[in-house]
């Protein structure tokens, strides 16, 4: 497969995962420099593969810093979550 339609695909399956994950696991944004997790609600995913969140920042959030908290406090990134379940690689 090629990285056009493995990005187009993942995009795809990552719009499944938000619907399932929707009022039930919070979305959280990894801060690298403060190695911190911040909540947001109110975002739009764009066919790139990058969040955008108003009331966060300005700029696109990346993928890979994007996190989801499950039952038991834990914090799963939303990307690797997504391609080990679909097997996107």
């Not at 420099?33 to 947001?40: E, T, W």
Request: with cysteine.
């Amino acid at each position: 497969m090629t990285g056009c339609i493995k990005s187009v695909l993942l995009n795809n399956v990552i719009k499944i995962e938000l619907f399932n994950l929707k009022n039930i696991c919070p979305l959280l944004y990894k801060c690298t420099d403060r190695n911190k997790y911040v909540l947001f609600d109110n975002y739009k995913l764009e066919n790139n593969n990058m969040f955008m969140v108003g009331d966060i920042s300005n700029r696109p959030l990346k993928l890979k810093h994007v996190y989801f908290k499950n039952g038991y406090n834990k914090y799963i990134s939303l990307e690797e979550f997504t391609r080990k379940k679909y097997n996107i690689y």
